[in-house]
């Protein structure tokens, strides 16, 4: 089973709601700060939102303030809350880990940090 799997994606019109899931199989994920990421065709991959060990979120510029990241540590879950989504919102999503070993982040996990990805699930906002 992949380590991680998304879920949630879909078409909506402007305007509208969608919350992602991400399902985190390991045995255990202590020390990751998870991530989520998303990646439009002919557009650089971008940082969406991480939330740390800690609780501290990180989020992009274009998404705070719409977008809530959020985990259940006991069902191994991670969400992406996204409200007032607009058609520049429209990419793949995907769920990832990172592993700072053991420190907490200060600004938004680097990739390079990414030990595990998940495949994605597409979201697609209609104006």
């Known amino acids: 089973q992949a380590p991680l799997v998304e879920s949630g994606g879909g078409s909506v019109q402007a305007g509208g709601s969608l919350r992602l899931s991400c399902a985190a199989s390991?045995?255990?994920?202590?020390?990751?700060?998870m991530v989520w990421y998303r990646q439009a065709p002919g557009k650089e991959r971008e940082g969406v939102a991480a939330?740390?060990?800690?609780?501290?979120?990180f989020y992009a510029n274009s998404v705070k303030g719409r977008f809530t990241i959020s985990e259940d540590n006991a069902k191994k879950m991670v969400y992406l809350q996204m409200n007032s989504l607009k058609p520049e919102d429209t990419a793949m999503y995907y769920c990832?880990?990172?592993?700072?070993?053991?420190?907490?982040?200060?600004?938004?996990?680097?990739?390079?940090?990414?030990?595990?990805w998940g495949q994605g699930t597409q979201v697609t906002v209609a104006s």
């Open positions: 939330i740390d060990i800690d609780g501290t979120t």
């Open positions: 990832a880990a990172a592993y700072s070993g053991g420190s907490y982040y200060t600004r938004f996990p680097p990739e390079t940090d990414f030990g595990y």
């Open positions: 390991r045995d255990s994920w202590s020390g990751y700060c």
